[in-house]
């Protein structure tokens, strides 16, 4: 049986970045996410690490494999209309070989010849099931052939519009109308660009620009928050620049960087941070009160938490201390003495879909059910922990409605302890203002969007402990 573990650790792994065999390497990647479970970060990283013993670029391989992660709902429902077939029947190297031969066809922007997109997928599959090779050059002949109308995605229903599953999609579309969710869903097709968050304290953003062209990174400003750049082309080698090493900048998407400038801490203020792994809020709040402050950073992972302590040190930041602890049960903590509590919180991360298409495949209702638990429990044991005139901020990395306004209000009711703090006032001048939104920030939440706001999907609300 083939096992793509197997070949993604042995010198063929080697032999495929060192000749540049970009199109069989992306398929063994593939197979060990869709057929073993694997994690997309993970499985690059496999080939990452071989690629910069031998100086190669793996830009193809990553957009032709995070691409057809992407689009994999939509290809099988493409698929399925031309030739009446299901592909989760097909053996897993048939399946992979031609998803990720229709993505070419159908979703890369590089204009590939119908023979060559037939001709190498069955090369792949004559190496790795023989057995097949007719069927699958038969299968995609049949699609490559189909009239183009039949392979547009905007021809289809939502769900194959945005390549998102019926379950997911639904969650778009409760939250939001159909028609922002779609919008929604398309935005989440292209990922978000990496953003830097650099300390304005340490070097201006005119000065950083230079330097990062200096190694060859192009960056500009931000969408919305003033100390964050916005890289241009790949992210790859950014933690290998000077600036990186000396602690010039952090990578971090500006919608997770207003959540710190939301929290607003001051100098003495005593923060906690409940799930802070790998660090990016805690970093920045250390940095907004001029390190002049007291934060405790909580994680499960002790091995995330080594990140958390990791990024503290190359940003030399003093005023972070960490600890493993499960924030479910937070009773080792003495209550009522935070300035700021933190909660972050495990969520369906819907928001972050256009740079981690696990989630695509992975994320069930069930899934978010179960989730929707954990926050509840983690946010009664972290309530506890914020003094009277303190600050309870609450986001996620979802477009859940229900895990986001829906449990801010489900908290209040339950906590009457607690009033929504407005945000009027608080968002940096560039963030997009519509009566939607004005609304939500006088109830105390914001939610930014990856359509209209350029950034991942998040939501942050800030809560003021009055009793």
């Not at 599953?165 to 778009?172: A, D, Q, R, V, Y």
């Not at 495949?361 to 309530?383: C, G, P, R, V, W």
């Amino acid at each position: 049986m083939f096992d793509p573990k197997i070949h993604l650790i042995s010198d063929d792994l080697k032999r495929m970045v060192e000749n540049k065999c970009e199109r069989e390497l992306c398929f063994l990647l593939l197979c060990d996410v869709i057929g073993a479970g694997s994690y997309s970060n993970l499985s690059i990283k496999k080939a990452d690490r071989i690629a910069q013993e031998y100086n190669v670029s793996l830009n193809f391989v990553r957009a032709m494999f995070y691409g057809t992660l992407t689009y994999l709902y939509s290809i099988d429902q493409i698929f399925k209309r031309i030739t009446r077939k299901d592909i989760e029947e097909l053996d897993i190297v048939s399946s992979v070989a031609i998803r990720q031969a229709l993505w070419q066809d159908l979703f890369s922007d590089s204009d590939i010849p119908d023979y060559a997109v037939v001709s190498t997928a069955v090369d792949i599959v004559k190496k790795y099931n023989p057995k097949a090779c007719g069927l699958v050059n038969a299968l995609l002949r049949q699609i490559t052939s189909a009239d183009r109308s039949v392979k547009d995605i905007d021809q289809y229903n939502p769900n194959v519009k945005t390549s998102l599953k019926p379950e997911l999609f639904g969650i778009l579309k409760k939250s939001y109308g159909q028609e922002k969710g779609v919008s929604i869903g398309k935005a989440l097709l292209t990922p978000s660009l990496t953003t830097l968050r650099f300390d304005p304290a340490k070097i201006s953003a005119e000065d950083l620009i230079s330097e990062l062209s200096d190694e060859g990174i192009e960056a500009c400003s931000g969408h919305f928050m003033p100390c964050a750049l916005t890289i241009k082309g790949s992210p790859s080698g950014i933690e290998n620049t000077k600036a990186y090493k000396t602690g010039l900048i952090s990578v971090q998407n500006e919608a997770a960087q207003l959540a710190s400038v939301i929290a607003s801490p001051v100098k003495g203020d005593k923060i906690l941070d409940v799930c802070s792994a790998p660090g990016g809020k805690s970093c920045h709040m250390a940095e907004i009160a001029s390190d002049d402050c007291s934060i405790l950073a909580l994680d499960l992972n002790p091995s995330r938490l080594e990140l958390v302590r990791q990024n503290a040190e190359r940003l030399d930041l003093k005023s972070i201390e960490t600890e493993t602890a499960d924030s479910t049960d937070l009773s080792k903590f003495e209550d009522g003495v935070y300035d700021i509590v933190l909660c972050d919180l495990p969520c369906s991360g819907l928001g972050l879909i256009g740079r981690k298409p696990d989630i695509r495949l992975n994320m069930t209702y069930e899934k978010i059910l179960e989730i929707s638990k954990i926050q509840k429990k983690i946010l009664d044991e972290a309530s506890k922990k914020v003094k009277k005139g303190g600050v309870l901020i609450y986001c996620t990395c979802t477009l859940n409605s229900d895990e986001n306004e829906g449990r801010m209000k489900d908290f209040l009711a339950d906590h009457p302890e607690y009033k929504a703090s407005s945000l009027e006032g608080m968002l940096p001048s560039k963030v997009k203002l519509d009566k939607d939104r004005e609304i939500s920030l006088a109830q105390g939440y914001v939610t930014l969007f990856p359509d209209t706001d350029n950034v991942d999907g998040f939501f942050i609300s800030r809560m003021e402990r009055v009793l």
